[in-house]
């Protein structure tokens, strides 16, 4: 019995997946008669079995929906969504009491009368608003149970089959009984109907016993017949093995001597009524419908099916462990072939090679077959998402539709488990952020039924499933206030990406743009958890938006795990296994020179093209020791993608890539997350596949997420000062520098021998006056020939640097990484055009040329005779290393603070400034959140405040005037700061004398 | 008397129902039973051989059991071949348009080995 229950719950769950999904259809095509008789059919089929198998609940529950639907069928009831709802509301309920079954082998204790009731309503056409489901759930407290006597002594057979026995003998007793076989058989209808009503309390009975009796007695039964059928019954009964007692309770209910007074006083009006309506169950127009109806279904499915049902018989099912176990040994036989075949190779002429060869070919032939049977169309993994879509449209008032394609493509089930979750968690994103109300969509101009699609198809050895829609689109500014507000990105680094970079985000660790937790998303898992998974199995994601238009998802995965591509390294004479599609791509240093590996914070990391890339050795992480013998001539750097994070792994060496059967880890050494499973090579060697998730995780927290922090601000930044031009030039030696393009008044070649040379200086005549001529030692020039003069200014003081060659002027990032100082003429060095290179400090060369000279006629000119004490308010190490300077230059104190909030500590801690300068793009507090901060305190309301910014658009402007902020200059022109510097302070002494 | 090892013939397309009709005609003491899938499937099977009985459930994909007994009763061969129906669904205008048909007897579902043996004994006499 045990087996039939199990056969029982796989065949009923395998129905109800087609049973969620028809339904679903059905809302949308509720006059497909072919529909509605294969949902009807299957809620009945499950009905029929359960009675059988002693499911009183199930069997309770699936016989209210099949009335429903049975009324839907026959014309009573019309496909409305409620109707629907309450049948999936069955359903859940259907699915509840099977999976409780299946884990206990029995019926979990319970009522389901909150949902029979609402069936029974609404098939007994009385649904009309949802307080009937409250109303419901009251009533039954007053109905006797339903698993009482009735249910107990056999149920409707029974008691159809003791009414036919009794039926059959008044018919064979009574011979001249008017009564024609049809009509008994009417009778025996409703008296059997007629006891299920009245042993039940079920309101479904035609009528009642006392009615049908009635009924006899007007159509002229004698009260001796009315005992006779009253005895036949009771003995058919009892030859249906029911026992005394029961029969005896039966019986009593079969009151003939009741019956005498009712029909009697209710003579001539209501016999008609009792006449037909007792005994002839539904009305007459309603009967041929079913039976018409069931007809109809067949031609059109029938060539179809017939032909399904041919293939049906073809179809074995077999456990999923006897497959799981001949996937394994296809594999241990697959190995043994390599080695086979390895060995067969250093051997030369063997009488063996023939048959090693057809061993070989049906090898194969067998592995493939064998994947064959893992596979599984993606539809599987499907099947619940029409109902997931319908549900949702529901809830949340929207219209979808949901459009699936390329359901029969077929994977490896492994895989297909793991994608179900990702899948499902992305159409529902796509139903619930997508997917417009439909009168936003009409305003929108669109149709007012949204669409999800998706598809599967193959491409390569890969599966590619699209899930896109017509939604609302991701909206970038949503993101971008979402990714700052949860701070995974400054203002400032989101500032210059891209609008495909900012959508990115969505996949970042704790993000969800849903404005409002609804029911539907927003339960923690969010996008990152979906790219995390599909990375797991080797499988890649992207994702495309247009505001306003929709999103598309694109995933990539492989056919199967089992078997995969991988690159063989090796590391200190050990070899492993690298699976090939987390490798970007190989790249060898030369040991000698190890050009490009640099370290930051004593780690290395590698300039790959223009990413700075964090290197960890793979003999580091295993911890293996030095073999002793000489470093290798050179290492290899596998480059590695996990995610948004690329790194590179160093290895001794590289081998070939190879075909490997993935063989789990054992269980000793399955908490290594750096391995995810062993493979045999070829020659017999047992070696570990790598794990690039778990050496990425391995590996961050050190290292790692430092160079991955720092190479996230570069990229960052290179969006976000991408107006920042550069003039790169070479001088002195052979690398190249840099200077931002605005920092240098005018580009000149001039013929050296021309220049000057007075006492230690070097000048020449430019523009009427005389311009020191300085070398990139910052030692005045001596050379001859025609060269290219840069030249800075700062207020009316000038410098010229000679060069020996301009290179470029590049649109490129500035980013620094600092190195030196003011003194050594260099602010730091950053990637330009790909290549590290240094950008020099033209104060530096400012001062060199005449710094005493210098310095004084500088303050004379911003008028800044005694110090005045600035607090710079700025972010970017860059800047700061710019501007300081230049301010220090200009006679002003400088106090540093690197972020708003560092500011307003430093103000309140009761230090004097006569102005502040600050940035506006900042973590955190922004500048204009300064100002505000600052002018509503006492102390700091009058204090004059510049505004920086790298970009300075009106709106801008009048954004920091309103804040606060006195003036507002770009951060690029520090001649504009230190111009606006001295005009706010002139102005603001002005002020305060006229106040005093 | 009734053969308890003439051939039945039962049909369902819900393998837990065969298995279950099978079961309780096994408990009841018959011997020889076979099974098909759809109407279709048993209609090809009749042919091959005669059969004492015919269960057949009436709600099947592609060819509903109602079908086969119409099927059944306009084959020469195969008409007099008793034919019992196996419903879910008490509805009397379906079993008189099946005893119209030319069904033998129907039961209602879910049903006991007593109830099946009474349906039996109308159509095959006493065992």
């Known amino acids: 019995m045990d087996d039939l229950l199990n056969e029982f719950l796989a065949e009923t769950v395998e129905a109800l997946e087609l049973l969620d999904s028809e339904l679903v259809e059905l809302e949308q095509r509720p006059a497909d008669p072919a529909l509605l008789g294969s949902i009807f059919r299957i809620m009945h089929t499950i009905k029929g079995t359960c009675g059988f198998l002693g499911l009183p609940r199930l069997e309770a529950v699936a016989h209210a929906a099949e009335d429903v639907l049975g009324k839907v069928r026959d014309g009573e009831l019309t496909v409305s969504a409620d109707a629907v709802s309450l049948v999936l509301a069955a359903l859940d309920r259907i699915k509840e009491l099977i999976a409780e079954l299946a884990v ?64 059959a003998e008044m018919l064979s007793a009574v011979s001249d009984h008017p009564e024609a076989e049809t009509e008994l058989l009417h009778l025996q209808f409703a008296l059997a109907g007629a006891f299920a009503s009245a042993l039940t309390g079920s309101s479904d009975a035609t009528a009642d016993i006392d009615g049908v009796i009635a009924g006899l007695v007007a159509k002229g039964w004698s009260p001796q017949e009315l005992h006779m059928l009253r005895d036949e019954f009771g003995k058919a009964l009892a030859t249906l093995e029911v026992a005394d007692a029961d029969v005896a309770a039966v019986l009593s209910r079969f009151n003939v001597a009741a019956a005498k007074p009712a029909a009697i006083a209710a003579p001539a009006a209501q016999e008609p009524v009792m006449a037909d309506e007792p005994i002839v169950a539904e009305p007459a127009a309603a009967k041929p419908a079913p039976a018409k109806r069931v007809k109809a279904e067949e031609p059109a499915a029938e060539n179809a099916q017939a032909a399904s049902a041919a293939a049906q018989s073809q179809t074995l099912r077999v456990n999923i462990t006897v497959l799981e176990n001949l996937m394994n040994m296809v594999s241990e036989l697959v190995l043994t072939r390599n080695q086979l075949l390895q060995i067969l190779r250093g051997v030369g002429d063997s009488p063996f090679a023939a048959p090693l060869q057809r061993l070989n070919q049906v090898t194969s032939e067998l592995q493939e077959s064998v994947m064959q049977t893992r596979m599984q169309p993606i539809g599987n993994a499907w099947s619940k998402l029409p109902r997931l879509v319908r549900d949702l449209g529901q809830e949340l008032g929207k219209k979808i539709d949901l459009v699936m394609s390329g359901a029969d493509t077929e994977l490896d089930r492994q895989i297909l488990e793991s994608i179900r979750d990702p899948l499902t968690h992305m159409v529902r994103n796509s139903g619930d952020h997508g997917i417009e109300a439909p009168e936003d969509r009409r305003e929108a101009g669109k149709p007012e039924h949204g669409t999800i699609r998706l598809s599967a198809r193959h491409e390569g050895g890969h599966i590619i499933v699209e899930v896109s829609d017509d939604g609302r689109g991701l909206s970038t500014s949503r993101i971008r206030a979402k990714a700052i507000q949860n701070g995974l990105a400054t203002e400032a680094q989101i500032d210059g990406m891209s609008e495909q970079q900012i959508q990115q985000f969505i996949f970042r ?170 493979t ?66 005018r580009l000149e070649e001039a013929d050296l021998s021309n220049a000057e040379r007075a006492g230690e200086r070097t000048v020449m005549q430019y523009r009427g006056s005389l311009m020191p001529l300085v070398g990139i030692d910052g030692a005045p020039a001596r050379r001859d020939g025609k060269h290219p003069i840069l030249v800075f200014t700062e207020g009316e003081r000038m410098c010229g640097l000679v060069v020996d060659e301009v290179v470029d002027i590049v649109e490129g990032s500035l980013d620094l990484q600092l190195v030196g100082g003011a003194q050594s003429g260099i602010l730091g060095s950053s990637i330009i055009a790909g290549r590290s290179t240094d950008v020099i400090d033209t104060v530096h060369y400012l001062r060199q040329s005449d710094a005493a000279w210098f310095d004084l006629e500088t303050r004379e000119a911003y008028g800044a005779e005694s110090e005045r004490r600035v607090l710079l308010v700025e972010d970017s190490s860059f800047f700061r290393n710019l501007l300081m300077p230049m301010l220090k230059m200009a006679g002003y104190r400088v106090t540093i603070a690197e972020h708003a909030e560092a500011a307003l500590e430093i103000c309140r801690d009761g230090d004097e400034f006569d102005i502040i300068v600050s940035d506006i793009e900042m973590p955190g507090l922004s ?62 002494e002005h002020r305060e004398e006229t106040a005093a | 008397m009734v053969d308890m090892k003439m051939p039945i013939l039962i049909v369902d397309d819900y393998r837990t129902m065969l298995r279950i009709v099978h079961n309780l005609l096994a408990k009841l003491g018959f011997t020889d039973i076979d099974e098909a899938s759809d109407g279709s499937q048993a209609l090809a099977m009749m042919k091959g051989r005669d059969y004492g009985l015919v269960i057949s459930d009436w709600n099947m994909q592609p060819m509903t059991g109602f ?40 039961i209602i579902k879910p049903f006991s080995a007593a109830v099946l043996k009474a349906k039996l004994k109308t159509v095959l006499g006493e065992f």
Not at chain 1, 556 to 577: D, N, Q, W, Y
Not at chain 1, 951 to 980: C, I, M, W
Request: proline content about 4%; glycine content about 8%; some cysteine.
């Open chain 1, 509 to 678: 660790p704790g993000f969800s743009t849903a404005a409002q937790v609804t029911s539907v998303s927003g339960r923690g898992v969010g996008m990152d958890v979906v790219r995390t998974n599909i990375e797991k199995i080797g499988g890649a994601i992207e994702f495309s938006s247009t505001e306003g238009q929709g999103s598309r998802f694109v995933i990539k995965i492989p056919l199967t795990l089992a078997i995969v591509s991988a690159l063989i390294v090796e590391c200190r004479g050990e070899r492993f296994a690298m699976p090939q599609s987390s490798v970007v791509e190989l790249v060898r240093i030369s040991s000698k020179s190890q050009q490009g590996v640099e370290l930051i914070n004593g780690h290395p990391v590698y300039r790959l093209r223009d990413r700075l890339l964090p290197l960890v050795a793979l003999s580091d992480l295993l911890k293996i020791e030095e073999a002793g013998d000489e470093p290798p001539q050179e290492i290899y750097v596998v480059v590695t993608q996990v995610g948004s994070f690329a790194f590179g792994i160093i290895v001794d060496r590289v081998f070939d890539t190879e075909e490997i059967v993935v063989k789990p880890t054992s269980r000793t050494l399955r908490q290594i997350s750096l391995f995810s499973g062993t």
């Open chain 1, 927 to 988: 500048g204009f959140d300064l100002a505000r901060t600052l002018r509503a305190e006492e102390r700091w309301k009058d204090v004059p405040m510049v505004a920086l910014s790298s970009h300075a658009s009106p709106q801008d402007f009048e954004r920091g005037r309103r804040s606060g902020f006195n003036d507002y200059v770009t951060k690029l022109d520090p001649r504009a700061l230190l111009t606006s510097l001295s005009r706010v302070l002139s102005t603001d």
């Open chain 1, 680 to 745: 045999i090579l070829g020659d017999g060697r047992v070696i570990m596949i790598l794990d690039p998730n778990g050496i990425a995780a391995a590996t961050s927290g050190s290292a790692q997420s430092e160079a991955r922090a720092r190479d996230e601000a570069l990229a960052a930044s290179r969006q976000q000062r991408e107006t920042v031009s550069m003039l790169v030039f070479r001088a002195g030696d052979d690398n190249t520098k840099a200077v931002p393009l605005s920092l240098i008044a």
């Open chain 2, 67 to 106: 079908e086969l007994l119409k099927s059944v009763r306009a084959d020469q061969h195969l008409k007099a071949t008793p034919f019992i129906m196996v419903t879910a669904e008490s509805k009397v205008e379906n079993v008189v348009a099946a005893r119209q048909a030319g069904v033998n007897n129907y």
């Open chain 1, 104 to 167: 206990a082998g029995q019926e979990p204790e319970g009522s389901d009368d909150d949902v029979i009731m609402s069936l029974r309503d609404m098939a007994a056409g009385k649904w009309a608003a949802a307080e009937l489901v409250a109303e419901a759930v009251e009533e039954p407290a007053d109905l006797p149970s339903v698993d009482g006597l009735y249910q107990r002594i056999g149920g409707a057979s029974l008691f159809d089959t003791a009414c036919e026995q009794a039926c």
